[in-house]
């Protein structure tokens, strides 16, 4: 079961930005190392990165738009980040839980975990009229769109590595 939070962890650790689920399970699998800090956030660095790199090839900008797109994005990304982080920690204190939880240890995460669900509507909300000032509509939507897609991959291969709450006999 340890081998699985940890990858679990891992997997969490990217912030939900574009990661596939085989390099935490093949971090997991090696000798029951653990993963540190250090290697969740480059982790986590790459994933935006790579996340950056599927927009860039994805949303036809022209140069003005480009230019004005891309920091209002960085500043997006960051504060997305931000969540991501809070989402990390929660997914970290269920691990270190896991099998011990009481009910309302329980309760208390899956309201922070859907008070984060929340936080991340409301930054997309919050830039939707701040992205329409650098880009048109149809490009707007579109980067929503994209956004959307990756964050339920991510959370799709995420809930299938979260083991559910075990009842305790």
């Known amino acids: 079961m340890r081998k699985k939070m940890v990858a679990v962890?891992?997997?969490?650790?990217?912030?939900?930005?574009?990661?596939p689920a085989a390099p935490a399970q093949t971090a997991a699998s090696q000798d029951s190392?653990?993963?540190?800090?250090?290697d969740i956030q480059l982790l986590r660095q790459d994933v935006r990165s790579k996340k950056k790199q599927l927009i860039a090839a994805n949303l036809t900008l022209t140069d003005a738009e480009a230019t004005k797109f891309w920091p209002v994005y960085d500043q997006y990304s960051a504060e997305m980040t931000k969540i991501g982080d809070q989402r990390y920690a929660l997914i970290k204190e269920y691990a270190q839980n896991f099998g011990s939880l009481t009910d309302d240890q329980a309760l208390s995460l899956t309201n922070r975990s859907l008070a984060l669900d929340e936080a991340v509507e409301k930054l997309r909300i919050k830039y939707v009229p701040i992205l329409n000032k650098v880009l048109?509509?149809?490009?707007?939507a579109t980067f929503f769109q994209m956004d959307r897609r990756i964050t339920a991959l991510i959370d799709?291969?995420?809930?299938?590595q979260i083991p559910l709450v075990q009842e305790q006999h």
């Open 33 to 38: 190392q653990t993963v540190s800090e250090q």
């Open 156 to 160: 799709l291969q995420l809930a299938s």
């Open 136 to 140: 048109p509509g149809k490009k707007t």
């Open 9 to 19: 962890l891992v997997l969490a650790s990217t912030g939900f930005w574009g990661m």
